[in-house]
């Protein structure tokens, strides 16, 4: 049985017990009889493993503050304005002129929806 249908078979078996895996659980021994777990198995530096989950879960409490604490307009000038929604940011000019509003009007929802955002991300209440 090669390492890889191993790896599978400890990985299913432990999920029969456990909801979660870490990435550091051990999962088998290699032909030395050292033990191995799955990060070893990915090949990823662990760090980067790490800092590619702190980043989505970041992003997930955004958008939940986002949903939260911003009026409708607040999260619209912002998804906007950093490329949220499609990916493709806009300036205040293009936002103003889609919204029916001057440019220094998205510039102060702007600013004002960033300071309510750091305050809920920071726990400032």
């Not at 029969?16 to 051990?26: A, F, G, M, N, R």
């Not at 503050?65 to 912002?78: D, G, Y």
């Amino acid at each position: 049985m090669s390492i890889a249908n191993e790896i599978l078979m400890t990985i299913r078996s432990n999920k029969k017990i456990k909801t979660e895996v870490s990435l550091q659980d051990p999962i088998g021994v290699d032909k030395e009889g050292n033990e191995i777990s799955l990060i070893d198995i990915l090949g990823t530096d662990p760090d980067e493993v790490v800092d590619e989950v702190e980043l989505k879960m970041q992003i997930k409490k955004l958008y939940s503050k986002m949903a939260s604490v911003l009026k409708s307009r607040e999260r619209v000038v912002i998804e906007l304005r950093y490329g949220i929604c499609n990916g493709g940011s806009k300036t205040q000019r293009e936002i103003a002129k889609m919204l029916g509003i001057s440019r220094s009007y998205v510039s102060r929802i702007e600013k004002r929806a960033i300071k309510k955002l750091n305050k809920a991300l920071n726990g400032n209440n």
